[in-house]
């Protein structure tokens, strides 16, 4: 039984790396080009997905998206009150 709950994980984790990198955007991957990290993934199962999921995709932290600024944010703005 640990052995087919073993070999679950090992596929369940590799079919999320593999739909993960197929579907990032461009700009959140890093380190190596997508169909580098597809091929990594299907040729390495264990290996490939942890480097994936470890490294190859952008945390939230490192995706610096500037959004819509709020007024206490703006030094402009605070200093014309």
């Known amino acids: 039984m640990g052995r ?23 700009s959140q991957i890093r380190l190596m080009p997508r169909w580098l990290w597809v091929a990594v993934i299907l040729a390495f199962p264990v290996v490939g997905p942890a ?12 995706i610096t998206e500037e959004g819509p600024m709020g007024p206490d944010d703006d030094p402009e703005f605070m200093r014309r009150l």
Do not use: H, M
């Open 51 to 62: 480097a994936w999921i470890l490294s190859g995709r952008a945390t939230r932290a490192s």
């Open 4 to 26: 087919v709950a073993l070999v679950v994980a090992v596929i369940g984790l590799g079919v999320y790396a593999f739909v993960q990198a197929l579907q990032a955007d461009a």
